[in-house]
């Protein structure tokens, strides 16, 4: 029975032996290890923890009750890390409590009186424990990511210790809150440019994309964690120790739902991806063809600046562009859509985008599934390449669907194949069509990752 | 809460009047009204904009931070007040009875307390820094006592007003320990406000409010992102449906059908989640068997039924990238093994199948009777219970055949339409999902 992968290719394969054969092989996709530049933000901040330590002991550490009990909430907060959606990490509890510590004017009947390289070294510390015990299990602290928090932590607490022993601040509330205020707003948007840096090294996503990504993924739990720092600093004016063990609370309702947010989302896609599979259980589409093409797709919508939120609509529509197969009654050889004619094409975009419109939450992506099968410049065909831009703008199908015929095109020619030469061969032929089917720029960007080798395996 | 009974009415009366009294009686004198008035303020902001929680009647709003805020700072009476704003929030699609239940309970939420912190020698006023830490304990003491005095006001309007059936379902919401937890999480928000009053006047709430706000927004991006997830599953089910047309919906139903089982049993939440999304998936492997298969009329060859046997295992190799309770993926994989082990895909027998196998084959078996199929109309419900009930202990776990026609019987069941299908063609085949089909049993598996 047609139990293997490829459709129609019959036989009587016993059912059993098909079983555990299919596996999900992802293809040399940019892969996050530690390059030159993160390197360069870990010794950073591991030569400011060293000096900040030092330094700290010589001088001798001041009000330890103190420092101890925020080391430990920095400890609690990293222990309670949070992943984030797009890969991000955050520990709201600890940076709250970093911060807080930074902003300290009074504690109980004493003012505090610790450096900012005590804040540094306690909240470097504080990190490290609560990071031992992630490492114990086998999920190792990303580097960057911790350095980046202490940077920031370090910049507000640069500027704000100074300040603290000037007795106007601790006197007028109104004073000393917009000081605060823009102090933890500047340790966001220091952590928001690092991390905007780091993703641009690794990912090759454009620095200014990058950063807006990243200041509106962090913005709502960000503003949370200033709040939280400010409460907590004043609130050790009149309470004392006992404010940090209390307003912990508050900040982990915030996190238990940002947790659950961020697990359906991951859920979410796990189970896109899974789905998109179908077509190729059913034997309409060749094994991982989905995934590569959605793969590939996200590397040339970031490739061409594409922000975040657009990526993920992207990868849901190029992960589901086939689903429209289902309708038909008899697989096409190989699935390779890029081999049946137009009206069949268009027909199963069609039904494609009704499924995903059925969801009722995903109309956009419905959209770039439909408009997928559409030529670059309907009708177009023979016109002068050079007023291509301006005519029929208006009709022309969405970047994002452009992106996936191409991308999908790409791997119906390509296939499984690692060999560099057939992928330069097919970007050539993708070339050949750009007056009408495929969109220049597009094709223009997917030869540049095919000649990084970044799409093909290693 | 549509038409009130008598009874309900002298309750909804009676929790409003007492309210009422305690703020009367005082003592009025001595009470710090800016702080008063802030905290009111507070209330109906946070009343207007309050979340629904699952159930249809409830909602929730972190209004106990500015009632256990008022009780430190103004005193019983004056949290009577501040709680008694509740009374104000402007709220669509709620009545005038609710406005006024919600006024009563919010002052006596705010009043009761209130005395319970006295009670545990709490000192009424803005603390200072004399005031930390013994003031934590009698703070604990008022907030157990404002979540403790909410609920068990909450409990009483629903027992009294609730349609049968669902007044437990509500009371399960209710008593989500998350639910709880975050009340209390809330509560640690009164003393904050309380706390930084001598520092920051009346600016607190202002700062209060926003990480209070965030939460809430994270909570609603969660219930709006999990409704997306639920929708997306079940257009994809769909579309993995349309290869057959008797089977449409087929999916949908037996999620339900599942769902109703394990309420029926008193599954946990999460458990329940995890279910809904099981039935929903379960014949997802179906895809892997040749619709030439799945739509031929005659007689099977065992190489053909051999194909449809492992369309348990094909779902589960789909799934398994998921991030799901383990739970659920074996209930995927084992959904069509029998009590007796002459199921597959396993042979498993008795308590070897996972619990989520056993509930979805009931739920599975029911819903392929009670639709049309090409060979044969659709089942009455009562015949299909029968049905049901014969091979209960052989082919089903009797306990939750029992569950599912508790519920049914109860809760009703709504079948497929039964419209004959539009295009000729589809003609399926024998279902495999009907335990009245002959059994089979392939040697070679």
């Known amino acids: 029975m047609t139990t293997t992968t490829r459709p129609r290719r019959c036989g009587s394969s016993k059912a059993s032996e098909a079983v555990g054969e299919r596996r999900y092989e992802p293809r040399g996709f940019p892969r996050q290890v530690l390059d030159s530049g993160q390197s360069l933000l870990v010794i950073f901040a591991g030569v400011l923890l060293i000096a900040s330590v030092a330094q700290t002991a010589a001088a001798g550490p001041r009000d330890v009750r103190d420092a101890i009990a925020f080391g430990a909430l920095i400890a609690f907060g990293e222990l309670l890390r949070l992943s984030l959606p797009g890969d991000r990490e955050s520990a709201p509890i600890a940076t709250a409590g970093a911060l807080a510590y930074a902003m300290l004017i009074q504690v109980g009947n004493h003012p505090a009186r610790h450096t900012a390289q005590q804040v540094i070294a306690v909240t470097a510390i504080g990190m490290i424990v609560g990071a031992l015990p992630h490492l114990a299990v086998g999920r190792p602290a990303r580097l960057s990511g911790m350095a980046a928090r202490l940077l920031a932590v370090a910049c507000a607490a640069g500027v704000f210790r100074p300040l603290a022993s000037n007795p106007e601040i601790g006197r007028h509330w109104w004073l000393a809150l917009p000081v605060m205020a823009s102090l933890v707003a500047l340790a966001w948007l220091v952590e928001a440019v690092i991390e905007a840096l780091i993703r641009t090294d690794a990912l090759r996503a454009r620095f200014g994309v990058a950063l807006v990504d990243e200041m509106r993924v962090q913005l709502p739990l960000g503003t949370a964690v200033g709040a939280s720092a400010l409460l907590i600093a004043f609130a050790a004016e009149v309470m004392g120790l006992a404010a940090v063990a209390m307003f912990t609370a508050p900040l982990l309702v915030t996190q238990v739902a940002y947790r659950r947010y961020a697990g359906i989302r991951a859920t979410y896609l796990q189970t896109v991806r899974a789905l998109a599979r179908v077509t190729e259980i059913g034997g309409y589409v060749e094994t991982g063809h989905s995934a590569r093409v959605s793969r590939l797709a996200v590397s040339i919508g970031r490739e061409l600046g594409m922000a975040e939120p657009e990526l993920l609509e992207l990868e849901y529509a190029a992960l589901m562009h086939d689903i429209g197969q289902l309708s038909l009654r008899d697989p096409i050889p190989g699935g390779a859509t890029v081999l049946v004619v137009r009206d069949e094409q268009r027909r199963i975009a069609e039904y494609g985008a009704e499924v995903i419109q059925q969801a009722k939450v995903l109309d956009s992506v419905a959209e770039i599934v439909r408009r997928q099968s559409d030529p670059y410049r309907p009708g177009a065909g023979s016109t002068a390449a050079n007023g291509g831009r301006g005519r029929g703008r208006g009709n022309e199908p969405p970047l994002s669907s452009r992106i996936i015929r191409a991308a999908n095109a790409f791997d119906d020619l390509v296939g499984t194949s690692v060999e560099p030469s057939r992928a330069a061969a097919a970007v050539e032929r993708l070339r050949l069509d750009t007056a009408g089917e495929y969109d220049p720029q597009v094709v223009d960007a997917l030869g540049r990752l095919v000649s990084r080798r970044s799409v093909l395996g290693p | 809460m549509g038409r009130l009974s008598l009874v309900a009415r002298v309750y909804v009366g009676a929790v409003a009047a007492a309210g009422l009294a305690f703020v009367v009686r005082g003592p009025l004198g001595g009470i710090a009204w800016l702080e008063v008035a802030v905290l009111g303020l507070l209330v109906v902001v946070c ?89 934590i304990g009698p703070f604990a003491g008022a907030a157990l006592a404002h979540v403790i005095v909410n609920y068990s006001l909450l409990c009483g309007v629903l027992w009294l007003t609730g349609e049968p059936g669902s007044a437990g379902q509500q009371a399960r919401a209710l008593l989500d320990p998350r639910v709880a937890l975050t009340e209390l999480g809330y509560c640690a928000f009164g003393l904050l406000i309380a706390a930084l009053w001598s520092v920051l006047g009346p600016f607190t709430p202002v700062l209060v409010l926003v990480p209070l706000f965030v939460a809430r927004w994270a909570v609603a991006q969660f219930a709006a992102q999990q409704r997306a997830y639920e929708a997306t599953v079940s257009a994809l089910c769909q579309a993995v449906e349309t290869k057959d047309f008797y089977t449409r919906g087929h999916s949908e139903r037996v999620s339900r059908g599942s769902v109703m089982i394990a309420h029926e049993i008193g599954m946990r939440g999460e458990r329940v989640e995890a279910i809904r999304y099981a039935g929903m998936l379960h014949d997802v492997g179906k895809l892997g068997v040749p619709t030439q298969v799945l739509q031929k009329t005659g007689k099977l060859t065992d190489d053909e039924f051999a194909a449809i046997q492992l369309h348990p295992m094909r779902g589960l190799d789909i799934v398994r990238e998921i991030g799901f309770l383990d739970e659920a993926l074996a209930g995927i994989m084992h959904h069509h093994e029998r009590i007796d082990g002459r199921g597959y895909p396993m042979g498993l027998t008795g308590d070897e199948i996972p619990e989520f196998a056993r509930v979805l084959a009931v739920a599975d078996a029911f819903d392929s009777m009670t639709s049309t199929r090409s060979y044969r109309g659709a089942r009455p419900v009562p015949e299909a219970i029968a049905e049901l009930r014969r091979w209960s202990g052989t082919q089903f776990d009797p306990a939750f055949v029992d569950a599912f026609v508790a519920a049914i019987e109860r809760d009703g069941w709504t079948g497929p339409d039964t419209a004959a299908p539009q295009s000729a063609g589809a003609a399926a085949a024998h279902d495999h999902d009907d335990p009245t089909a002959p059994l089979r049993i392939i040697e070679s598996l």
């Open chain 2, 47 to 135: 009343e207007s904009t309050a979340t629904r929680l699952r159930s249809r009647h409830l909602s929730w709003s972190p209004n106990s931070a500015a009632i256990l805020a008022a009780i430190v700072l103004t005193g019983p009476v004056g949290a009577a007040v501040v709680g008694g704003c509740a009374v104000f929030g402007v709220r669509r699609g709620t009545s005038a009875t609710k406005q006024v239940f919600n006024g009563g309970m919010m002052a006596l939420t705010g009043y009761l307390p209130g005395e319970v912190f006295l009670l545990l020698g709490g000192e009424v006023g803005t603390p200072g820094q004399s005031s930390f830490p013994e003031l």
